[in-house]
């Protein structure tokens, strides 16, 4: 199982970036699929879930309004749609099936 992160960059608050999870070697639509996040010096979050059977999500607090997670069952992708973004979203995100982890990618956010 791999999954392959991208998306991440330098953006400014306010702005908005849309991040990708491609997995491979994993066909279980059943299992959620998550997203993570750290920041400098905390410990990882969860940023949100979804499963792909029914296409339902929840978020944390910090996330609702501004995130949407989603996926293409097609095309083996996870997706973390990010608007209005601010300082303290500022970290590497990850993306995560059961025990799989991502590599993670950065994303920081200028104020």
């Known amino acids: 199982v791999q999954l392959v992160e991208s998306g991440g960059g330098l953006v400014q608050a306010g702005g908005s970036l849309r991040l990708s999870c491609v997995v491979s070697?994993?066909?279980?639509?059943?299992?959620?699929m998550k997203w993570y996040r750290q920041a400098p010096g905390k410990e990882r979050a969860w940023v949100a879930s979804i499963l792909t059977s029914s296409g339902s999500s929840v978020y944390a607090d910090f996330a609702k309004g501004r995130f949407t997670i989603s996926a293409d069952t097609a095309k083996n992708t996870m997706y973390l749609q990010m608007n209005n973004l601010r300082y303290e979203d500022t970290a590497v995100y990850y993306c995560?099936?059961?025990?799989?982890w991502g590599q993670g990618t950065q994303v920081t956010v200028s104020s």
């Open positions: 070697g994993f066909t279980d639509n059943f299992s959620p």
């Open positions: 995560r099936i059961l025990k799989y």
